[in-house]
């Protein structure tokens, strides 16, 4: 198992969170976004030039710099996880 940070992904790459680290307000903020262990993670885009990267959890889009990225360790999401996020997604766009 190799664990990373949010902030190590690539575009185009899925993961499931592992840990949100400490207990400072920028952890109690990112588990109520939704990145709590379990979820899994699909990174959207990246912003040019250092700026925000778009990722996809539960369903919604969100957008974060580098330093609150790398408070979300993550783990390679298995092909199973992938299809599951994809399928949120999804759904997401149909019930709107």
């Known amino acids: 198992m190799n664990t ?3 902030a190590d992904l690539r575009p185009g790459s899925s993961a499931i969170v592992t840990a949100v680290c ?3 307000r920028i952890a109690s903020r990112l588990m ?7 979820a899994v993670v699909d ?3 990246r912003a040019p030039f250092g700026g ?3 990722y996809r959890v539960h ?4 957008s974060m710099r580098a ?10 999401a298995t092909e199973r996880a992938q299809v599951r ?3 949120a997604g999804r759904l997401e766009l149909a019930a709107h």
């Open 22 to 24: 400490g207990a400072s």
């Open 85 to 87: 996020s994809q399928v």
């Open 59 to 62: 369903g919604v889009s969100v």
């Open 52 to 54: 925000p990267v778009q």
């Open 43 to 45: 990174v959207l885009r």
């Open 67 to 76: 330093t609150e990225a790398s408070c979300v360790s993550v783990e390679a």
């Open 32 to 38: 109520e976004m939704g990145f709590v262990p379990g």
């Open 4 to 6: 990373l940070h949010l």
